[in-house]
Each structure stands twice: as structure tokens, then as C-alpha cells.
């Protein structure tokens, strides 16, 4: 399979904790993106790279919230002191840079649950 | 900025009848505009995008939409809907010399036998 991958897929952890999510993306895509998804809602742009830069953030993404891409391919996003409304899916996205209009492919997402 | 409102946040169709789903757009500049399908427990998949040139757009599945500037609208069509066509759909919006999508809230699509 030469998608998107993800990982965990499902994440349980108590408020307060750290968790660590994982994206590979599809492998000669230099953009890479992260998303938040809550329920009933379509995805919210947190940020994302060009090759190892982050080029862009949210004002969604508090500085609880730390993502890096270090050589440019798989990517973590990190969440300190985990509170209950970050529960949400978390997607990851990659594509080829172009002139316009790059097209974005998304994994099957982390599902992340602050108990 | 810009914005996307999907009318519906549920669509009901018989298998075989029409679906249309609504999509409106705000932006202060030439938008780039895609559709997305979501099954359940998986990622985002592509069905169609306009960027540039012909105003109706045909993807996967047998879908097309077609970009009305007038009316800022992207309204997603197929002739006849399937069982297998039973998921989330999302209109999203991105700007010329921009990556980042913005998205609406989605519509789910029911069929019924």
C-alpha cells in the first residue's frame, strides 16, 4: 500500500498526558498536512510542511500542540497536557507541491480520546 | 477569507434517483474547489476538482459538479445513486497560491433501497 499511513489509529489517554502521533506520507510528496476533525464538523487545518519547513500553523494550534517533519518524510504532531476537547480525529495529508491546485491524500486518520 | 456552507447536513435518496449535493463558497479571489468523500472510519478521498478552465468537472464514481461563479456555487451531481454511494461528502475550498483547504461541515448522503 503506498497511501497514507497513520499511527496509532485509535489513542485513549487520560487528561493531562502527552501523546505522540505518527504520519507517513505517500513518498514523493514534499507537502504534508495535519487536520483536526471533530464530530459533525469537516476537517480544520492545523499546519503544514514543505519538505522539513512548517510553513504555516492555525490559530487552532496552542502551544500545546508541536508538529515536526525532521528529514522531510514522516511527520509527529504532539500534544502536551492532553485536555478533553482535543478529542477529535487527527488526519494527515500529503501532496505534490504544483503550480495550483495540488491535490491533497489523506490517511485513515488517529482517533484521539482524552478521558 | 474564505468560507463553504453545505446545505443539508443530511440527504436522503432512493437507489437510482438524482443526488445533488449544495455547496456554496466565499472568496475574495478565484477559488480552487474540491469534493471529498469520507466512509466511515477511514480517510478522505478525492472525487473532483476545479481549478482553472471548463466549468463542469467529472470524477470517480460516476459524480461531476459545476463551478457557477455567479451563484458561487460547486453543487455535486450524479445521475444515479448507488448503495455503495451511502457516506460523507465535504466541499472545500482553497486559494490560488495557497495550499490549505478549508471545508464545510459536510452532508451525509442515505440511499435507500
Known amino acids: 500500500d503506498t497511501g497514507v499511513s497513520q499511527d496509532p489509529r485509535h489513542k485513549i489517554t487520560k487528561r493531562g498526558q502527552n501523546v505522540t502521533f505518527r504520519c507517513d506520507p505517500i513518498?514523493?510528496?514534499?507537502?504534508l498536512y495535519w487536520y483536526r476533525q471533530t464530530l459533525g464538523q469537516g476537517p480544520e487545518f492545523l499546519t503544514y510542511f514543505q519538505n522539513e519547513a512548517q510553513l504555516e500553523k492555525s490559530r487552532l494550534l496552542s502551544d500545546r500542540f508541536s508538529a515536526e517533519r525532521p528529514k522531510g518524510s514522516f511527520s509527529t504532531l504532539e500534544i502536551q497536557r492532553t485536555e478533553q476537547g482535543d478529542s477529535a480525529m487527527y488526519l494527515c495529508?500529503?501532496?505534490?507541491?504544483?503550480?495550483?491546485?495540488?491535490?491533497?491524500?489523506f490517511g485513515p486518520g488517529t482517533r484521539l480520546t482524552v478521558t | 477569507a474564505q468560507s463553504v456552507t453545505q446545505l443539508g447536513s443530511h440527504v436522503s435518496v432512493s437507489e437510482g434517483a438524482l443526488v445533488l449535493l449544495r455547496c456554496n463558497y466565499s472568496?475574495?479571489?478565484?477559488?480552487?474547489l474540491f469534493w471529498y468523500v469520507q466512509y466511515p472510519n477511514q480517510g478522505l478521498q478525492l472525487l473532483l476538482k476545479y481549478t482553472t478552465g471548463a466549468t463542469l468537472v467529472k470524477g470517480i464514481n460516476g459524480f461531476e459538479a459545476e463551478f457557477k461563479k455567479s451563484e458561487t456555487s460547486f453543487h455535486l451531481t450524479k445521475p444515479s445513486a448507488h448503495m455503495s454511494d451511502a457516506a460523507e461528502y465535504f466541499c472545500?475550498?482553497?486559494?490560488?497560491?495557497?495550499?490549505?483547504?478549508?471545508f464545510g461541515k459536510g452532508t451525509m448522503l442515505l440511499v435507500s433501497p
Open positions: 472568496s475574495s479571489v478565484p477559488p480552487y
Open positions: 472545500a475550498v482553497s486559494l490560488s497560491g495557497y495550499s490549505t483547504l478549508t
Open positions: 513518498s514523493e510528496h514534499n507537502r
Open positions: 495529508a500529503s501532496s505534490l507541491a504544483r503550480t495550483s491546485g495540488d491535490e491533497q491524500y
